[in-house]
């Protein structure tokens, strides 16, 4: 199933792409999308569902952000080894975890509004998982069985904020509109294997990103189990797995990002996001 949020910002509908890739509104169904509403169990109850009895929206205007709230927005840093290197940073020995704020969820096609005093604003393409069903201490052959499903992320950063400041790299990474999520939160049955999936990010109609997530030094079973060492992770939290090369902190010299500047983020099988860069308000 490829599940979405359609209509003004903070007055989405909860709907569903049917097979011919026409949205259906779920909203007689679901009251949103969002903690246990995208539980495993939950979603077995869509797709129960007739979509043929459901309205067919003939036009859903804005793309929310797939999900309507997270209860943690965890993330992995450099999780590509290229990335690493282009960081000046080590290949990590074990999964690098961060968070942001819930507060920065976007919609897909939403602008990015910089935060005041920024001048090292970046880009990243990232594989998000979504959780099903509260997960601790959970096996690695086990872990997929935790998934509800997938979505593209773009990993929104302020480099100088993540990185010349004291403190953990939250600062950077939590912006309001820096974790556009979606278009679609797409079900894991409908992904077999995420290891497989090409990511790439255009900027300005340039593609600076351009890769897959079999280069990522850990999988998705792997973070899934290594984080469930050290937290339980609840249905509806997104995790955000990492982001290949071509980022702008890499390049010689250094780019980052300017109001007008446009980013296009795609995630295979999971959607493409549009986003303006605006100034800050």
């Given at each position: 199933?490829?599940?979405?949020?359609?209509?003004?910002?903070?007055?989405?509908?909860?709907?569903?792409?049917?097979?011919?890739?026409?949205?259906?509104?779920?909203?007689?169904?679901?009251?949103?999308?969002?903690?246990?509403?995208?539980?495993?169990?939950?979603?077995?109850?869509?797709?129960?569902?007739?979509?043929?009895?459901?309205?067919?929206?003939?036009?859903?205007?804005?793309?929310?952000?797939?999900?309507?709230?997270?209860?943690?927005?965890?993330?992995?840093?450099?999780?590509?080894?290229?990335?690493?290197?282009?960081?000046?940073?080590?290949?990590?020995?074990?999964?690098?975890?961060?968070?942001?704020?819930?507060?920065?969820?976007?919609?897909?096609?939403?602008?990015?509004?910089?935060?005041?005093?920024?001048?090292r604003g970046d880009?990243?393409?990232?594989?998000?998982?979504?959780?099903?069903?509260?997960?601790?201490?959970?096996?690695?052959?086990?872990?997929?069985?935790?998934?509800?499903?997938?979505?593209?992320v773009n990993d929104?950063?302020?480099?100088?904020?993540?990185?010349?400041?004291?403190?953990?790299?939250?600062?950077?990474?939590?912006?309001?509109?820096?974790?556009?999520?979606?278009?679609?939160?797409?079900?894991?049955?409908?992904?077999?294997?995420?290891?497989?999936?090409?990511?790439?990010?255009?900027?300005?109609?340039?593609?600076?990103?351009?890769?897959?997530?079999?280069?990522?030094?850990?999988?998705?079973?792997?973070?899934?189990?290594?984080?469930?060492?050290?937290?339980?992770?609840?249905?509806?939290?997104?995790?955000?797995?990492?982001?290949?090369?071509?980022?702008?902190?890499?390049?010689?010299?250094?780019?980052?990002?300017?109001?007008?500047?446009?980013?296009?983020?795609?995630v295979e099988g999971?959607?493409?996001?549009?986003?303006?860069?605006?100034?800050?308000?």
């Amino acid at each position: 199933m490829k599940l979405l949020r359609y209509g003004p910002a903070g007055q989405e509908k909860p709907g569903i792409l049917d097979a011919a890739g026409k949205v259906r509104d779920l909203s007689g169904m679901v009251p949103d999308f969002g903690g246990a509403t995208v539980s495993l169990e939950a979603l077995d109850r869509i797709r129960e569902i007739d979509l043929g009895t459901l309205p067919v929206v003939s036009e859903p205007g804005r793309i929310g952000a797939c999900l309507a709230w997270v209860p943690n927005f965890h993330c992995v840093g450099l999780n590509y080894t290229k990335h690493a290197e282009e960081s000046g940073m080590p290949i990590p020995a074990e999964p690098i975890l961060f968070n942001k704020a819930t507060s920065a969820l976007s919609g897909p096609n939403d602008d990015v509004v910089l935060l005041r005093d920024s001048e090292r604003g970046d880009w990243e393409v990232e594989l998000g998982v979504v959780i099903g069903r509260a997960a601790h201490y959970v096996s690695e052959e086990e872990a997929l069985d935790y998934v509800a499903g997938y979505c593209t992320v773009n990993d929104v950063s302020e480099r100088e904020f993540q990185m010349d400041h004291l403190g953990q790299w939250v600062k950077g990474k939590s912006g309001p509109t820096f974790g556009p999520a979606g278009p679609w939160l797409v079900t894991a049955d409908e992904i077999p294997d995420p290891q497989v999936l090409r990511v790439s990010l255009d900027l300005n109609g340039e593609t600076v990103q351009d890769s897959n997530t079999s280069d990522m030094i850990f999988s998705v079973r792997e973070i899934v189990s290594y984080m469930s060492r050290f937290m339980k992770l609840l249905p509806g939290d997104i995790i955000a797995t990492g982001t290949p090369s071509g980022v702008g902190l890499g390049m010689n010299p250094p780019r980052f990002l300017k109001p007008g500047d446009v980013m296009e983020v795609h995630v295979e099988g999971l959607g493409s996001q549009k986003q303006k860069v605006v100034a800050p308000v």
